[in-house]
């Protein structure tokens, strides 16, 4: 059982858009904290999508975008694309347990 | 350019205790506002975070594993390394580490590596 709550999976045709979303708490995403999202391919290394709720690292497309309100967290993908069929995850730090916590995890399929 | 690369064995008997290492390049451990972490994931589940060491020397445990776990890091070496005590077969799981950019985002990720619990 994560900390954070993430729904298992999410689909969409290519061009459409989803979100996913991540609910935590008030000792974590309804804090101070910031919510940080990965994309993870099977077989490489997770890659950093959205930093401090709705920034982007260099590299990253515009159709990713990130927003946070309360104690949940969204990541928004537009203008779907079969290269985006991965596992999504968010991330954020947990003053209760005073470390880092992830979501369970979604698997996006694109249709 | 910030680049990682975990070693480590890739069988460990269960009782034994795992040792990775985290050699890294293009940062370094005793400036400002940087840290290396370690994440794992076992086979078909979620990421899990596990340690994090920053530059000063301060270090987080995940709670359910804290009493197992130990990080240290030799800056001299750009090095970070994690112990593992008592390891069981549910500990399988591919093991990453990550550099920790300011904003205590896991900005860039090792390749991972796998490591299995079997007798």
């Known amino acids: 059982q994560s900390v954070l709550t993430q729904p298992p999976s999410v689909s969409g045709a290519p061009g459409q858009r989803v979100t996913i979303s991540c609910t935590g708490s008030?000792?974590?995403?309804?804090?101070?904290?910031?919510v940080h999202w990965y994309q993870h391919l099977p077989g490489t290394a997770p890659r950093l999508l959205i930093f401090?709720?709705?920034h982007r690292p260099s590299g990253v497309p515009d159709r990713f975008s990130g927003s946070k309100s309360g104690t949940s967290a969204s990541l928004a993908i537009t203008g779907l694309q079969a290269e985006d069929e991965a596992d999504y995850y968010c991330?954020?730090?947990?003053?209760?347990?005073?470390?880092?916590?992830f979501g369970g995890g979604t698997k996006l399929t694109v249709l | 350019q910030i680049t990682l690369q975990e070693s480590g064995p890739t069988l460990v008997k269960p009782t034994q205790t795992l040792t990775l290492t985290c050699t890294f390049s293009?940062?370094?451990?005793?400036?400002?506002?940087?840290?290396v972490g370690w994440i794992r994931q076992p086979p078909e589940k979620a990421l899990e975070w596990l340690a994090l060491?920053?530059?000063?020397?301060?270090?987080r445990y995940s709670p359910s594993l804290k009493s197992r776990l130990t990080i240290t890091k030799d800056t001299s070496k750009n090095q970070v390394v994690l112990t593992i005590t008592n390891m069981d077969p549910v500990d399988t799981a591919t093991y990453y580490c990550?550099?920790?950019?300011?904003?205590?985002?896991?900005?860039?990720w090792g390749q991972g590596t796998m490591v299995t619990v079997s007798s």
């Open positions: 990550a550099h920790i950019s300011p904003s205590d985002a896991f900005d860039i």
């Open positions: 293009g940062f370094s451990l005793s400036t400002g506002e940087v840290g």
């Open positions: 060491i920053y530059w000063n020397d301060d270090k």
């Open positions: 401090d709720n709705n």
């Open positions: 008030s000792s974590n995403i309804g804090a101070v904290y910031d």
């Open positions: 991330q954020s730090y947990d003053s209760s347990l005073s470390g880092c916590v």
